[in-house]
């Protein structure tokens, strides 16, 4: 059983930064990405960037040069740096792991798709 446990949402004022983590436990194997979502109150949850096990990444028009993310491998952790925030960036933040891992010797391949608990960001005017 894989879990990603977030952490680093706040309450920032306009034009700060926060840093969100998500890592996971168990095993996950390599062939993974690594994305953020979020979703604010009243809307429908919408991908801000991802991240692949190569380093390609996909932002959304919103992200696009003020936020960043980055993935630690070994530590089985997807990082989203948030910079010059904006109210309307206020949402739950959730992350997102798909990927698949090799179950058996004969090389059975299983797919997944593990949620965060969310993470409140809240950036006010």
């Known amino acids: 059983q894989v879990h990603l446990v977030e952490s680093g949402g706040g309450l920032v004022h306009e034009g700060g930064s926060l840093r969100l983590s998500c890592t996971a436990s168990g095993g996950i194997g390599s062939f993974n990405t690594w994305g953020w979502y979020r979703q604010a109150p009243g809307k429908e949850r919408e991908l801000v960037a991802h991240?692949?096990?190569?380093?390609?990444?996909n932002y959304a028009d919103s992200a696009k040069g003020r936020f960043t993310i980055s993935r630690d491998n070994a530590k089985n952790t997807g990082y989203l740096q948030m910079n010059s925030l904006k109210p309307e960036d206020t949402a739950v933040y959730y992350c997102?792991?798909?990927?698949?891992?090799?179950?058996?010797?004969?090389?059975?391949?299983?797919?997944?798709?593990?949620w965060g608990q969310g993470t409140q960001v809240t950036v006010s005017s």
């Open positions: 991240i692949t096990r190569e380093g390609s990444t």
């Open positions: 997102n792991l798909k990927g698949k891992i090799v179950v058996n010797v004969e090389g059975a391949v299983r797919e997944y798709d593990y």
